[in-house]
């Protein structure tokens, strides 16, 4: 049974996570035109909007889903990280979330002791 790319990304939208295609090589890079085409940035600050989902995943076909990462979570705070890539492994978009705002918690008052 094929994967219903547009509807975990929904889902993945509906509990506040930020996503967009990933490119197909397995590099977990962020599709786009060019490897300088640095369109993910805004969504580690925004969501995409539902039309942006059935775009990617209806009229382009788009086979990979990428999780945009909180700033500063990979570098700042690895064992959050590891659980984070825990939950995206098991599409557990709760947890997912919860340690979206545990880091950005995290981020605030480290950025605020400077």
Known sequence: MPIDFLT???KALQCGL?????VEDGSKAP???????????QFQTEL??????RAWY???????IGYVIPLGL??????????YEKAVHTRDY????R??????????????AF
Request: glycine share 4%.
């Open 18 to 22: 930020s996503v967009m295609p990933a």
């Open 94 to 97: 709760n947890k997912m979330k």
């Open 58 to 64: 209806v009229s382009h076909q788009l086979r990979n």
């Open 31 to 41: 599709y786009g035109k060019s490897p300088d085409d640095r369109r993910w940035k």
């Open 8 to 10: 975990y990304s929904t």
């Open 74 to 83: 990979y570098r700042t705070f690895p064992e959050l990280y590891r659980e």
């Open 99 to 112: 340690l979206e705002l545990v880091a950005a918690g995290k981020i605030t008052e480290y950025a605020d």
């Open 48 to 53: 995409p909007t539902h039309n942006q989902l």
